[in-house]
């Protein structure tokens, strides 16, 4: 007898109460699209549990991809058997055989369907006997045990599970809203796109280009990190907003000192706008407190000023160290770190403000009007669906999309 299922748990989102439904709906169809690829596998809803039927494909390349989904708590590879005590023996030793190296073990049965004939007490003796009867190398320890053998009777049978494995936690995307982050190319940003993910939150991504100042490459290194992002949930559409006019406007009409920060607050403007019309209700950064001139909480405080979408700021405490780890674990740091220049670099003042003050800033803005330039850009703008399990690339300007 082989493991034929994953077993699914899920773990906050079973707390929340009348939302539970919606949760769980929404976690099945994710556990169902990052699967697509596995023709054969069936995926089953039962009451605060998914099973997996894996129907013949790698039980270990399944398990893999159920472990990027988000709202999945802890799985466990699971044999499927009648509801009798034979079929549960056999399944008890096959499932204890798959650990090579354990050496104690512990059953624990559980009789949700209480017409079987043995209790749980019953049980226990009854499966861990035919173990120790089979194989002469293992004996059972109750407290510390190598291995735990979770038996659980249901009406439509049993299923036992050993070792758990854990899964990437936080909520079931979608379920929670959408966020635009703001994508630069740097460590940050992809991470921040992360986090905010897991929080349940579908993204779509907003990027500032500038040719001919920034490359073709430094897009696609959007382009590319997207795909990995897209690999935790569903398409993400990524905006590129023709940037490069804006920018040498700043550059020319206004004080070297305040450019970055009139910058910054053209990005934001412009990210809520597409979030208004994409139906996104926040604005996602990679911002982390003071870790640049634009990061400061003078510059985040009047930089913020011209929107009052929610912004949200996932690295906003965390050190560079921390934001690396997690960049590594997601597999987006080797291509954030490839050196193509961002549109940001290029326009750099020498002695950016690291402290402005908003009046002062909105005055100096007001000096030169932006509206059309705006306008322009937004009527520019390119749509990239990426799908991180397609590799495709499907391309639209912004105005076929509305
Ligand atoms: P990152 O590593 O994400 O580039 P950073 O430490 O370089 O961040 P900044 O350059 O100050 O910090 O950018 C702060 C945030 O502003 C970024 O995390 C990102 O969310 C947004 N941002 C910066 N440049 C762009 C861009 N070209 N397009 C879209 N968003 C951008
Ligand atoms: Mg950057």
Request: proline share 4%; net charge neutral.
């Given at each position: 007898?082989?493991?034929?299922?994953?077993?699914?748990?899920?773990?906050?989102?079973?707390?929340?109460?009348?939302?539970?439904?919606?949760?769980?709906?929404?976690?099945?169809?994710?556990?169902?699209?990052?699967?697509?690829?596995?023709?054969?596998?069936?995926?089953?809803?039962?009451?605060?549990?998914?099973?997996?039927?894996?129907?013949?494909?790698?039980?270990?390349?399944?398990?893999?991809?159920?472990?990027?989904?988000?709202?999945?708590?802890?799985?466990?590879?699971?044999?499927?058997?009648?509801?009798?005590?034979?079929?549960?023996?056999?399944?008890?030793?096959?499932?204890?055989?798959?650990?090579?190296?354990?050496?104690?073990?512990?059953?624990?049965?559980?009789?949700?369907?209480?017409?079987?004939?043995?209790?749980?007490?019953?049980?226990?003796?009854?499966?861990?006997?035919?173990?120790?009867?089979?194989?002469?190398?293992?004996?059972?320890?109750?407290?510390?045990?190598?291995?735990?053998?979770?038996?659980?009777?249901?009406?439509?049978?049993a299923y036992v599970t050993s070792k758990d494995y854990r899964g990437a936690g936080g909520?079931?995307?979608?379920?929670?809203?959408?966020?635009?982050?703001?994508?630069?190319?740097?460590?940050?940003?992809?991470?921040?796109?992360?986090?905010?993910?897991?929080?349940?939150?579908?993204?779509?991504?907003?990027?500032?280009?500038?040719?001919?100042?920034?490359?073709?490459?430094?897009?696609?290194?959007?382009?590319?990190?997207?795909?990995?992002?897209?690999?935790?949930?569903?398409?993400?559409?990524?905006?590129?907003?023709?940037?490069?006019?804006?920018?040498?406007?700043?550059?020319?009409?206004?004080?070297?000192?305040?450019?970055?920060?009139?910058?910054?607050?053209?990005?934001?403007?412009?990210?809520?706008?597409?979030?208004?019309?994409?139906?996104?209700?926040?604005?996602?950064?990679?911002?982390?407190?003071?870790?640049?001139?634009?990061?400061?909480?003078?510059?985040?405080?009047?930089?913020?000023?011209?929107?009052?979408?929610?912004?949200?700021?996932?690295?906003?405490?965390?050190?560079?160290?921390?934001?690396?780890?997690?960049?590594?674990?997601?597999?987006?740091?080797?291509?954030?770190?490839?050196?193509?220049?961002?549109?940001?670099?290029?326009?750099?003042?020498?002695?950016?403000?690291?402290?402005?003050?908003?009046?002062?800033?909105?005055?100096?803005?007001?000096?030169?009007?932006?509206?059309?330039?705006?306008?322009?850009?937004?009527?520019?703008?390119?749509?990239?669906?990426?799908?991180?399990?397609?590799?495709?690339?499907?391309?639209?300007?912004?105005?076929?999309?509305?």
């Amino acid at each position: 007898m082989q493991f034929d299922h994953i077993l699914i748990r899920f773990g906050e989102m079973a707390l929340k109460g009348k939302n539970r439904k919606h949760f769980e709906r929404q976690l099945l169809e994710n556990v169902q699209y990052r699967l697509k690829h596995f023709k054969k596998v069936i995926v089953k809803k039962t009451r605060g549990r998914m099973y997996v039927l894996l129907n013949g494909e790698d039980p270990h390349k399944v398990m893999e991809a159920c472990q990027q989904v988000f709202g999945i708590y802890s799985l466990s590879f699971a044999i499927h058997t009648e509801n009798d005590l034979e079929s549960l023996k056999e399944a008890v030793l096959s499932a204890v055989s798959v650990e090579e190296n354990a050496k104690t073990f512990k059953i624990s049965a559980k009789r949700a369907d209480k017409s079987f004939p043995l209790n749980s007490k019953e049980l226990n003796p009854a499966l861990g006997g035919h173990i120790l009867k089979n194989k002469d190398e293992m004996s059972v320890d109750v407290h510390h045990p190598d291995v735990e053998l979770k038996v659980e009777i249901r009406h439509e049978g049993a299923y036992v599970t050993s070792k758990d494995y854990r899964g990437a936690g936080g909520l079931p995307i979608g379920s929670t809203g959408k966020s635009m982050i703001m994508l630069s190319g740097g460590i940050d940003s992809p991470v921040a796109g992360y986090l905010t993910m897991k929080r349940g939150v579908e993204i779509e991504a907003v990027h500032f280009h500038s040719p001919p100042y920034t490359s073709e490459r430094a897009k696609q290194k959007v382009l590319d990190l997207t795909r990995e992002l897209s690999k935790y949930g569903k398409r993400i559409k990524v905006h590129i907003v023709p940037f490069t006019e804006i920018q040498q406007k700043i550059h020319r009409d206004l004080p070297d000192s305040y450019g970055m920060t009139i910058m910054r607050r053209m990005m934001l403007r412009i990210t809520e706008r597409i979030a208004k019309r994409e139906g996104a209700l926040a604005i996602t950064t990679g911002e982390s407190l003071g870790q640049v001139a634009s990061q400061t909480m003078e510059s985040m405080n009047t930089i913020n000023e011209v929107t009052n979408y929610p912004v949200i700021r996932p690295l906003a405490t965390m050190d560079k160290l921390e934001i690396i780890d997690i960049a590594e674990k997601i597999n987006t740091y080797d291509i954030s770190i490839r050196p193509y220049e961002d549109c940001c670099t290029i326009f750099v003042p020498k002695e950016p403000k690291t402290k402005p003050n908003r009046e002062k800033t909105v005055a100096i803005e007001q000096s030169v009007d932006f509206s059309e330039d705006i306008e322009k850009a937004l009527a520019s703008i390119e749509t990239v669906q990426i799908d991180g399990e397609n590799s495709s690339e499907e391309k639209g300007s912004f105005s076929e999309l509305f």
